[in-house]
């Protein structure tokens, strides 16, 4: 068996880790647990040393963000398969064995993602990541089981293993050699959508990113950086602009670039009407960052990209004209 490492971020989340660590020292002894600390100024690592002696902790010299945060860290952690567990999760008992079991029968296999579910309401699914992620043609982001605001009830239709495009960053298991063989994720992105450009570049190297319906935690969401957030809003539409730039086919890169813009800027108009104004300020701020940095991220560009990287056209259309409020056979293309 595959030895195991739960890295837990943290910044000034002590209260988050009383909250929730314990359930990760009870219901995982297989793996060795580590709390990558992004230089709090709380009292989080004192609270770790005292509470969890067990636990190992690793400080990075400043706020790092996710991207970098871990990217830091994880260069001292030598175990064969990276459990990047957010510190708002609770975790249940068996969380780890289907896990690892998925991984031991497909070495193509190279990130699995759980089923996770909302700790606020638990019998739904959560907002970041669900059962499994998916992009449309123009990079806009949906799981089976929450597409926009539309969050379904888990009734056991995703108790299934599935291949999907990409894992929650709430809930991310990689392989170790996998994430060092791609460099980790983009530090440019610094929090927001790095999974994805990380699962992204994967496929592109012909491996898996996998859903395992088995494995179950419960995710806040939200607990660091809420979801009305315009610093979220400029984080998810600069960094998912960055990441087309960098894995859509040569051939479509354009056209298909065009119309993202175009679609944001119909988002920027819906947010004026809405009386949103900082919202608005967010898209255009990100388009502004995609444009500074426009030729960083074209120098980027792996040597493979793949066409057929969509579940479908967009999501736009199905959701608001089509009426595809869930994932149902209005999505049955494949990979």
């Given at each position: 068996?595959?030895?195991?490492?739960?890295?837990?971020?943290?910044?000034?989340?002590?209260?988050?880790?009383?909250?929730?660590?314990?359930?990760?020292?009870?219901?995982?002894?297989?793996?060795?647990?580590?709390?990558?600390?992004?230089?709090?100024?709380?009292?989080?690592?004192?609270?770790?040393?005292?509470?969890?002696?067990?636990?190992?902790?690793?400080?990075?010299?400043?706020?790092?963000?996710?991207?970098?945060?871990?990217?830091?860290?994880?260069?001292?952690?030598?175990?064969?398969?990276?459990?990047?567990?957010?510190?708002?999760?609770?975790?249940?008992?068996?969380?780890?064995?289907?896990?690892?079991?998925?991984?031991?029968?497909?070495?193509?296999?190279?990130?699995?993602?759980?089923?996770?579910?909302?700790?606020?309401?638990?019998?739904?699914?959560?907002?970041?990541?669900?059962?499994?992620?998916?992009?449309?043609?123009?990079?806009?982001?949906?799981?089976?089981?929450?597409?926009?605001?539309?969050?379904?009830?888990?009734?056991?239709?995703?108790?299934?293993?599935?291949?999907?495009?990409?894992?929650?960053?709430?809930?991310?298991?990689?392989r170790k050699e996998v994430y060092?063989?791609?460099?980790?994720?983009?530090?440019?992105?610094?929090?927001?959508?790095?999974?994805?450009?990380?699962?992204?570049?994967?496929?592109?190297?012909?491996?898996?990113?996998?859903?395992?319906?088995?494995?179950?935690?419960?995710?806040?969401?939200?607990?660091?950086?809420?979801?009305?957030?315009?610093?979220?809003?400029?984080?998810?539409?600069?960094?998912?602009?960055?990441?087309?730039?960098?894995?859509?086919p040569t051939s479509k890169l354009?056209?298909?670039?065009?119309?993202?813009?175009?679609?944001?800027?119909?988002?920027?108009?819906?947010?004026?009407?809405?009386?949103?104004?900082?919202?608005?300020?967010?898209?255009?701020?990100?388009?502004?960052?995609?444009?500074?940095?426009?030729?960083?991220?074209?120098?980027?560009?792996?040597?493979?990209?793949?066409?057929?990287?969509?579940?479908?056209?967009?999501?736009?259309?199905?959701?608001?004209?089509?009426?595809?409020?869930?994932?149902?056979?209005?999505?049955?293309?494949?990979?």
């Amino acid at each position: 068996m595959k030895s195991i490492a739960v890295v837990i971020l943290n910044w000034n989340g002590k209260n988050l880790l009383e909250q929730f660590l314990p359930s990760v020292t009870k219901y995982s002894p297989e793996a060795t647990i580590y709390i990558a600390d992004n230089a709090s100024t709380d009292d989080s690592v004192g609270y770790i040393r005292a509470a969890y002696p067990e636990v190992k902790i690793i400080q990075n010299k400043g706020n790092f963000g996710y991207a970098k945060g871990y990217n830091e860290a994880l260069q001292e952690v030598d175990e064969d398969i990276y459990a990047l567990v957010n510190s708002d999760i609770e975790v249940t008992q068996n969380w780890l064995q289907p896990i690892l079991s998925l991984f031991e029968q497909d070495n193509e296999t190279a990130i699995i993602q759980p089923k996770i579910l909302d700790y606020k309401n638990k019998n739904h699914f959560e907002y970041a990541g669900a059962a499994g992620g998916f992009i449309d043609k123009y990079g806009l982001a949906f799981c089976r089981g929450r597409i926009f605001d539309t969050i379904e009830e888990d009734k056991g239709q995703y108790n299934d293993t599935a291949q999907i495009f990409w894992a929650s960053g709430a809930c991310f298991f990689i392989r170790k050699e996998v994430y060092r063989k791609l460099n980790g994720f983009d530090e440019d992105f610094f929090a927001h959508q790095e999974e994805i450009d990380l699962c992204w570049r994967a496929y592109n190297n012909n491996l898996k990113v996998m859903y395992c319906g088995e494995s179950v935690v419960y995710h806040v969401g939200g607990a660091t950086l809420n979801t009305g957030s315009p610093r979220k809003t400029f984080l998810n539409y600069r960094n998912s602009l960055w990441m087309m730039l960098k894995n859509l086919p040569t051939s479509k890169l354009f056209p298909v670039l065009f119309l993202r813009l175009s679609q944001d800027g119909i988002s920027g108009i819906r947010h004026v009407f809405k009386g949103e104004f900082a919202h608005l300020w967010a898209i255009l701020k990100s388009h502004f960052y995609f444009y500074l940095k426009f030729f960083r991220f074209i120098n980027k560009r792996g040597s493979k990209q793949y066409h057929n990287y969509f579940r479908v056209k967009s999501i736009v259309y199905l959701y608001f004209i089509r009426k595809g409020k869930i994932f149902d056979k209005k999505f049955n293309n494949t990979l």
